[in-house]
Each structure stands twice: as C-alpha cells, then as structure tokens.
C-alpha cells in the first residue's frame, strides 16, 4: 500500500523545538519532492517546506524562514523537518506530501501523494 506516514508532533512551549518525520510506503522517495504543509483552525492550508530529492534544492515559506529546515535520512527514506523557535502560530496540522513535479509540489496543486497529518500545537 503506498502512503505517506507523519510523526514526531506534539505539545510544545513557545521558544521549544520539534522534529516531524515523513516515511513512505510502497515506494521509494528517491525520485520525488517531498514537502511539507500545514493548516491551522480556520485558515487555509498553506506550504512550509519543499525538498527535491534529485538535486537537493529546498523552499521554505517566509514565515519559517531561519526556524525550520528540512532534509533527508537516506537510510531511513525519510524526510524530516526539524523546527526550531516555534511559535504559537506556527499551530497546526502538518501533512507530508510528495510528487514526482517539483512544481505542483510548491504550489500544493494536484500533489500525488499526501500524509494523514501530525498535530503540532505550539502553547505554554
């Protein structure tokens, strides 16, 4: 069965950090962009993090930009994101997903693959 499987989220008090983990299963994530969404209550999902596993290329949204950074354990097939000085905003649910096209991964348009999503919730 192919699928994409979130974890590493959690309670954590503003200034702390976490570390979310995307595995694949039933396929390979050497050919895909592996990226990283979230939406909060109310709000529109929106991109965090995009990492292309051909080259190495990264995005990050603005907001995220110095805090987060995303890479590959190649040992494991897993992508990470490791988030640092979170924030209460940054409080939401965040998806894996991968594709093949770099492009609709950015956008979060017609994205192959998607996660069931890992709660983050940032609060003292």
């Known amino acids: 069965q192919v699928q994409l499987v979130e974890s590493g989220g959690g309670l954590v008090q503003p200034g702390g950090s976490l570390r979310l983990s995307c595995a694949a299963s039933?396929?390979?994530?050497?050919?895909?962009?592996i990226g990283w969404f979230r939406q909060a209550p109310g709000k529109e999902r929106e991109g965090v993090s995009c990492?292309?596993?051909?080259?190495?290329?990264?995005y990050y949204a603005d907001s995220v930009k110095g805090r987060f950074t995303i890479s590959r354990d190649n040992a494991k097939d897993t992508v990470l994101l490791q988030m640092n000085s979170l924030k209460p905003e940054d409080t939401a649910v965040y998806y894996c997903?991968?594709?093949?096209?770099?492009?609709?991964?950015?956008?979060?348009?017609?994205?192959?693959?998607w996660g069931k999503g890992a709660l983050v919730t940032v609060s003292s």
């Open positions: 990492f292309s596993s051909s080259d190495g290329v990264t």
């Open positions: 039933g396929f390979t994530l050497d050919y895909y962009a």
């Open positions: 997903a991968a594709d093949q096209n770099w492009y609709a991964l950015v956008s979060g348009t017609g994205v192959t693959y």
